[in-house]
């Protein structure tokens, strides 16, 4: 295994974890913490990022940078481990519209944030 690969994603992952923390706890500050208003905008963030990025390295390929910002950052932004725990959290505690509202943002806005990227990286592009 290519040392300078692993050596990217670590490094992307110390970002993407660092930006984790500061994005959501801004969000929740911003917005309170009645509903999981951080962990959601991570991962709608998460999401426009990735569709843009995944365009964008079919054009551009640098295995390193690719799996820096892509397995890296992203993977250490999104929390879909963190959404799945709050979620059923929200259920055990009979919350259980919450919860649904919980699972239908996180899953449409970030398909649709996905979508986004895909849509601005056409634009940027001309493709």
């Known amino acids: 295994?290519?040392?300078y690969l692993l050596l990217s994603i670590a490094l992307g992952?110390?970002?993407g974890a660092l930006g984790r923390f500061f994005i959501s706890t801004y969000i929740n500050k911003l917005l309170g913490n009645y509903f999981a208003y951080g962990t959601l905008?991570?991962?709608?963030?998460?999401s426009l990022v990735i569709g843009f990025l995944f365009l964008?390295?079919?054009?551009?390929?640098?295995p390193n940078l690719k799996a820096m910002l892509m397995t890296g950052v992203l993977g250490a932004?999104?929390?879909?481990?963190?959404?799945?725990?709050?979620?059923?959290?929200?259920a055990s505690e009979g919350e259980y519209t919450k919860a649904?509202?919980?699972v239908f943002l996180n899953l449409s806005l970030s398909l649709g944030a996905t979508f986004l990227g895909f849509y601005i990286f056409k634009r940027v592009y001309g493709i």
Do not use: K, P, R
Not at 41 to 46: D, E, R, S, T
Not at 56 to 62: A, N
Not at 81 to 89: A, G, K, V, W
């Open 1 to 3: 295994m290519n040392i």
């Open 13 to 15: 992952g110390v970002f």
């Open 41 to 46: 905008g991570v991962n709608i963030l998460g």
């Open 56 to 62: 964008y390295f079919e054009q551009v390929v640098s």
């Open 77 to 90: 932004l999104t929390t879909f481990s963190t959404f799945s725990l709050e979620t059923l959290l929200m």
């Open 100 to 102: 649904f509202i919980n």
